[in-house]
């Protein structure tokens, strides 16, 4: 046989209808089925490539937001706005020093 007769029988798929062709369908159903476990795979990676990129910015969402509001936080612990604010409630700081109180213990015998 010659290599164009070899050629057509291929195209015409006569390896899959000879005697023994059972070798052959078995071969293709194998590749069949590894090509099936290839595409679910490539697309169970794909899903969880979506899932870490969505992760990845939900997670730097959040650290921004907890940078902010330390900040905030920082911001009204500062004594001039704790001033500002008992101002208005009628507290002031006051003007003079605070003096030690001293806890005297009496001697028992």
Known sequence: MSIKQKTYNILKGKF???DDALKNWVFLIFLTVLGLIM??????IDRKVQKIAKLTMKRKE?????VAVRS??????MESNIVKKLEGKGLFVSTKPPTKIRIVKSKEK
């Open 16 to 18: 899959l209808v000879d």
């Open 39 to 44: 595409i679910s795979s490539s697309h169970s």
């Open 62 to 66: 959040l650290r921004s937001q907890f």
């Open 72 to 77: 905030d936080l920082m911001k009204m612990k």
